[in-house]
């Protein structure tokens, strides 16, 4: 048996075990697929058309509020602004999608230092929460990407002159204490759905000098997101639990760069977390996964990617095998996200694509394992992509 192949089983176990405590600790063993993307709704429109939508292979979406969801500007949300999705959300009759999650969104042009700033920011998260709560939904999706001024690079942060990086650790750190009260108080036992925080961090995740961990993460495009999650662990004084999406399995290729992400988050993020945030960690971080669509099927706009190499076949089987190792592995949540086509219009949705989660789930469901092996069509697309490199010179 080779070493790729102990690795392998090694990491089964270990996600086995794991997965048991994180089923036991959320009382549930069921694995779901939430829908997310372009073409992400709003409570308007779920209202009008729930009853086609959930005709669709999932067990939930998230979705966005028409009023506002950027919970993290230092500008107070109107209530007023929100009574249309109010009266919206009342309509939803939820059947069969029942893990549901409003969006909040992290670009913000807000001071860390700002005392108040964060009481319109601690206002406007009770806000959205709000109307989670009263929409029926698990909990929030709090998306840390952002789409305008990045809170989170400390390389750019305004007070950087005056302010240390251990200075803003330690404030980020309060905002995320404050941050998940917000949530706390209008929605005790809520999920909070995250695309990454640990996953993203892998490299650190792992024994490095101090020193080292430190400079380097101070540099990166993220350097204080991890110090607002410790806030958001410590700060909890409720059952919630936050889910680390992992938006990098978008990618995957092979079954064990999802076993080997699994134990980067639950295990190894001991050398990121400090130890006296890893026990509140340990306890309310779980694991989800990611799938992308778009990248499966050669729909991405600005480049080619394996699935521009495969038949329509190949990709639906892509797709198929990254849907059932993403349930295999998360503990609760997988996202699925799309960019190119519209699930809810009918809009350019691939071939197989629904039929791709269906079998995988079934298989999931079953405990069987997948019906074919991935590895021949992988290195068929490689071999292509490289010669056509090399004959564009690209």
Same mark, same amino acid.
């Given at each position: 048996?080779? +070493?790729?192949?102990? $690795? %392998?089983?090694?990491?089964?176990?270990?996600?086995? +075990?794991?997965? $048991?405590?994180?089923?036991?600790?959320?009382?549930?063993?069921? /694995?779901?697929?939430?829908?997310?993307?372009?073409?992400?709704?709003?409570? &308007?429109?779920?209202?009008?058309?729930?009853?086609?939508?959930?005709?669709?292979?999932?067990?939930?979406?998230?979705?966005?509020?028409?009023?506002?969801?950027?919970?993290?500007?230092?500008?107070?949300?109107?209530?007023?602004?929100?009574?249309?999705?109010?009266?919206?959300?009342?309509?939803?009759?939820?059947? /069969? #999608? +029942?893990?549901? #999650?409003?969006?909040?969104?992290?670009?913000? @042009?807000?001071?860390? #230092?700002?005392?108040?700033?964060?009481?319109?920011?601690?206002? =406007?998260? !009770?806000?959205?929460?709000?109307?989670?709560?009263? *929409?029926?939904?698990?909990?929030?999706?709090?998306?840390?990407?952002?789409?305008?001024?990045?809170?989170?690079?400390?390389?750019?942060?305004?007070?950087?002159?005056?302010?240390?990086?251990?200075?803003?650790? *330690?404030?980020?750190?309060?905002?995320?204490?404050?941050?998940?009260?917000?949530?706390?108080?209008?929605?005790?036992? &809520?999920?909070?759905?995250?695309?990454?925080?640990?996953?993203?961090?892998? /490299?650190?995740?792992?024994?490095?000098?101090?020193?080292?961990?430190?400079?380097?993460?101070?540099?990166?495009?993220? &350097?204080?997101?991890?110090? #607002?999650? %410790?806030?958001?662990?410590?700060?909890?004084?409720?059952?919630?639990?936050?889910?680390?999406?992992?938006?990098?399995?978008?990618?995957?290729?092979?079954?064990?760069?999802?076993?080997?992400?699994?134990?980067?988050?639950?295990?190894?993020?001991?050398?990121?977390?400090?130890?006296?945030?890893?026990?509140?960690?340990?306890? /309310?971080?779980?694991?989800?996964?990611?799938?992308? $669509?778009?990248?499966?099927?050669?729909?991405?706009? @600005?480049?080619?990617?394996?699935?521009?190499?495969?038949?329509?076949?190949?990709?639906?089987?892509?797709?198929?095998?990254?849907?059932?190792?993403?349930?295999?592995?998360?503990?609760?949540?997988?996202?699925?996200?799309?960019?190119?086509? =519209?699930?809810?219009?009918?809009?350019?949705?691939?071939?197989? &694509?629904? !039929?791709?989660?269906?079998?995988?789930?079934?298989?999931?469901? *079953?405990?069987?394992?997948?019906?074919?092996?991935?590895?021949?069509?992988?290195?068929?697309?490689?071999?292509?992509?490289?010669?056509?490199?090399?004959? @564009?010179?690209?």
């Amino acid at each position: 048996m080779n +070493t790729c192949r102990i $690795i %392998e089983l090694m990491l089964v176990c270990i996600v086995v +075990t794991l997965n $048991i405590h994180a089923q036991e600790s959320s009382g549930t063993s069921g /694995k779901k697929i939430v829908e997310y993307g372009w073409d992400v709704p709003t409570p &308007a429109f779920i209202a009008e058309h729930i009853r086609d939508m959930e005709k669709r292979p999932f067990d939930g979406l998230l979705f966005r509020l028409k009023a506002n969801g950027m919970v993290l500007e230092p500008t107070p949300i109107n209530e007023a602004d929100l009574a249309e999705d109010l009266e919206a959300v009342d309509k939803i009759r939820w059947e /069969k #999608f +029942t893990d549901n #999650f409003v969006m909040m969104y992290a670009a913000s @042009t807000q001071d860390w #230092f700002n005392d108040d700033h964060w009481k319109a920011i601690e206002h =406007n998260t !009770e806000l959205v929460t709000r109307v989670a709560r009263r *929409a029926g939904c698990v909990g929030v999706c709090f998306d840390a990407e952002p789409y305008g001024t990045n809170p989170w690079a400390y390389r750019d942060a305004p007070h950087r002159d005056t302010k240390t990086y251990a200075d803003y650790k *330690a404030i980020v750190r309060k905002r995320g204490e404050q941050f998940v009260r917000a949530i706390e108080r209008e929605f005790p036992d &809520a999920t909070i759905l995250t695309f990454f925080h640990a996953s993203i961090y892998r /490299k650190f995740c792992r024994p490095m000098p101090e020193n080292v961990r430190k400079e380097e993460l101070e540099k990166t495009t993220y &350097a204080l997101l991890p110090a #607002f999650v %410790e806030g958001m662990l410590q700060g909890s004084q409720t059952d919630i639990r936050i889910v680390d999406g992992n938006e990098g399995a978008y990618y995957y290729t092979n079954s064990l760069e999802y076993f080997n992400l699994y134990h980067a988050v639950t295990q190894r993020a001991r050398y990121l977390i400090p130890p006296d945030v890893w026990p509140a960690y340990y306890a /309310k971080v779980r694991m989800g996964q990611a799938l992308y $669509i778009d990248q499966y099927y050669g729909m991405r706009k @600005t480049e080619k990617t394996l699935g521009n190499y495969m038949t329509p076949e190949e990709q639906a089987k892509w797709f198929e095998h990254n849907i059932y190792w993403a349930l295999y592995t998360t503990d609760r949540y997988v996202w699925c996200y799309s960019e190119r086509m =519209n699930w809810w219009t009918d809009t350019d949705v691939p071939p197989g &694509a629904e !039929e791709a989660i269906r079998n995988a789930r079934a298989a999931i469901e *079953a405990g069987e394992p997948l019906s074919f092996d991935l590895a021949p069509i992988i290195e068929t697309a490689e071999a292509k992509n490289k010669e056509d490199k090399k004959n @564009t010179g690209k």
